[in-house]
């Protein structure tokens, strides 16, 4: 994908990452470790990029409402947990073309008192 992106006047490359990457819980290191690494190779890559109009960035969507956490959160009531659509408008405002993407991960927070965020 990268010549498609290079090619492209504000070419941009999201991924979605994890706190895991982070927190690191017992149980969950095959996962921890798949998003650690995700996220090093995106800095590395947003790096490599910098002088070029290819932005490379990670967003850690939180908690969502997905099959994915329903399988491991099996007793939780998923009507506590956001839908994945109400992550998109922030999405969408990260890849503007006419918007500097942020360095690091950026964190989407939807518990109603708190704004979306920008973790280095």
Known sequence: MD????A???GRALFFS???AKTRPAFW????????????IVDVYADEMENTA??????????????MRSGA????????????ETIVPFVID?????????????????R?????SIDA
Do not use: N
Not at 3 to 6: F, G, M
């Open 18 to 20: 994890s706190s895991v």
């Open 94 to 110: 990260l890849v503007r073309p006419d918007r500097q993407p942020p360095k690091g991960v950026a964190r989407f927070k939807d």
């Open 29 to 40: 290191g095959a996962y921890a470790a798949t998003k650690a690494a995700l996220e090093a």
């Open 73 to 84: 959160f099996p007793g939780e009531d998923p009507q506590t947990v956001p839908a994945p």
């Open 112 to 116: 109603g008192q708190e704004a979306p």
């Open 54 to 67: 290819v932005r490379a960035l990670c967003v850690d969507p939180g908690a969502m409402r997905t099959r």
């Open 3 to 6: 010549p498609l992106l290079r």
């Open 8 to 10: 492209s006047d504000a």
